[in-house]
């Protein structure tokens, strides 16, 4: 387990277990927040599970694929930092994340 | 035993479920109750037959909300029962088990249940559908107990993702489609004879125009298909994968408008013909702006999830219309399809990329106008091509198919401003 923080859409922070080797969303959806819809379940087919990275490990700003990228351009919210958090998947690394939840489109 | 609540949902899938998780999120004080018929609590049905089937997924992954969620935002749940009877004039449903439950609103979110053969030998044990948590158990059981042979009747979405993960779970896998293509009802040429291909080159047997005579079988479980020109194929498992009927028979029963197959009319708002009585989801006859205003059910968790949304907002005191744009998605082998909008009436199909590059989209126009698209493997395509849908864009097929010009460029066309209005 890593502690994580994710901010919901107003901006209160909650801190959260993550099990490795499960996905923020997973995480996110876990923990009894339900901002996220998530409709595809996590296999990187829509924008809706859409988080922004404010402070973690090294790179995890960057989207890891292309079809992430071409996937959060379909948000009007899209910035630097900008990730489907079904495609994070949660390391020990990436102790002490936090994230912001983005808003919906 | 007798309940009540302001609002009872009856069907604990994708649409009930959500129903609930927005009427909270709307701000919705009063009671909520959801009727599942499953004993499960509310569970993604997508990767039934992809990362569940495969094992990939553990159940628990599946679930749409921790357990503990429910009692938390004060839904109730009443798992393990159907709803079987509705009595409209005093606003009362009575479940499988007998209970009497009185409503305030009614939320039909039921589904469908698998379509069945109805040729000898459908009863058979090891016949299987692939429909709910139960049915893929069952399936997975059979697999653990060394079936390998395995026949899929039906080439529609269910049948050929469940044809993908068997063959990598070493199965030998023979598809029979009754069509003359396989995704016939949901899609163009193109796409059926692209992944009718990608199948075979991945050793399936897939059989179009196949009409099945009867299954046979060994001490009650089938050990075959026998097809109406008398071949044989040995099998120690078989999948149904030919559409779902809707579960309205109460609804229509009660008098709602519509019929047991076509489902239960809704108007723009998803109401029934009913007074307080809604439906969403699967089971819903809607007319549908992407379809020219024609009246259709449509299977996805978009059209489950965004009827869902709008039934909250309406009962939470801001009144919406039903005009989601549909779009789906399919995952087979390493080919990501995505659809926006839908292609059912159109009249050309524009081909932009090359199949053989496993990386294309198919374009759908009516009347010159931008219906629908499905992307294979070309994410931005579907990102970028949405717009078109939306906007009914009147593009010139010879610019869809410059895959070197972005989607989102023609938007920039000035076609679209001078284009008349869609007609529906």
């Known amino acids: 387990m890593i502690d994580i923080t994710v901010k919901t859409r107003n901006g209160t922070p909650h801190q959260l277990p993550g099990r490795m080797g499960r996905t923020l969303m997973e995480a996110i959806r876990e923990s009894g927040i339900d901002e996220l819809l998530a409709l595809c379940g996590g296999c990187c087919s829509c924008a809706t599970c859409h988080v922004f990275v404010e402070a973690g490990a090294e790179g995890l700003e960057v989207p890891t694929s292309k079809d992430e990228d071409d996937l959060l351009d379909s948000s009007e919210f899209r910035r630097p930092g900008s990730r489907l958090s079904c495609q994070l998947t949660l390391a020990a690394d990436m102790e002490g994340l936090v994230v912001q939840i983005a808003p919906e489109d | ?424």
């Open chain 2, 1 to 424: 035993m007798a309940g009540t609540a302001d609002i009872v949902i009856v069907g604990g899938g994708h649409g009930g479920a959500q129903a609930a998780i927005a009427l909270r999120q709307h701000g919705f004080t009063g009671s909520i109750l959801i009727v599942g018929r499953e004993p499960d609590l509310p569970y993604e049905r997508p990767p039934l037959s992809k990362g569940y089937l495969s094992g990939e997924k553990t159940f628990e992954r599946l679930l749409l909300r921790p357990a503990a969620f429910w009692a938390e935002r004060g839904i109730g749940l009443v798992l393990g029962r159907a709803g079987t009877h509705v009595d409209p004039a005093v606003k009362r449903l009575i479940l499988s088990d007998g209970r009497v439950i009185s409503y305030g609103t009614l939320i039909w979110a039921t589904g469908g249940d698998p379509r069945r053969l109805t040729c000898d030998g459908a009863d058979l044990a090891g016949v299987h559908a692939v429909r709910t948590r139960a049915d893929v158990d069952r399936l997975v059981h059979e697999l653990r107990g060394g079936a390998r042979r395995a026949v899929i009747i039906g080439g529609g979405y269910i049948g050929l993702e469940a044809a993908a993960v068997l063959t990598k779970l070493d199965c030998s896998v023979v598809v029979l489609e009754a069509a003359s293509r396989v995704l016939a009802r949901v899609a163009g040429e193109v796409l059926s004879n692209f992944y009718e291909a990608e199948h075979r080159a991945h050793g399936v047997d897939l059989r179009t125009q196949a009409s099945i005579s009867h299954l046979f079988g060994t001490d009650g479980h089938v050990s075959g298909v026998c097809m109406e020109d008398g071949t044989v194929i040995p099998a120690d498992l078989v999948i149904v994968g030919i559409g779902i009927e809707p579960s309205v028979a109460p609804l229509i029963a009660a008098g709602a408008e519509g019929t047991a197959h076509a489902g239960v009319r809704v108007n723009a708002q998803c109401m029934t013909s009913l007074p307080d009585i809604y439906a969403i989801g699967d089971c819903a006859a809607h007319e549908n702006a992407f379809a020219g205003g024609e009246v259709m059910r449509l299977e996805s968790v978009q059209n489950a999830n965004d009827m869902a949304a709008t039934v909250a907002q309406s009962l939470c005191g801001d009144a919406r219309v039903y005009e989601a744009t549909p779009w789906f998605w399919s995952n087979q082998y390493d080919l990501k399809l995505q659809t926006v909008g839908l292609s059912r009436g159109h009249d050309q199909a524009v081909l932009r990329g090359d199949p053989a590059d496993r990386s294309f989209s198919v374009i759908y126009l009516r009347g010159g106008r931008v219906i629908a698209i499905d992307a294979v493997n070309r994410v931005k395509d579907y990102v970028q091509g949405r717009k078109l849908v939306e906007l009914g864009a009147h593009v010139s097929p010879l610019r869809l198919t410059d895959v070197t010009a972005p989607l989102r460029d023609l938007l920039d066309d000035d076609v679209l401003v001078s284009a008349p209005p869609l007609d529906t």
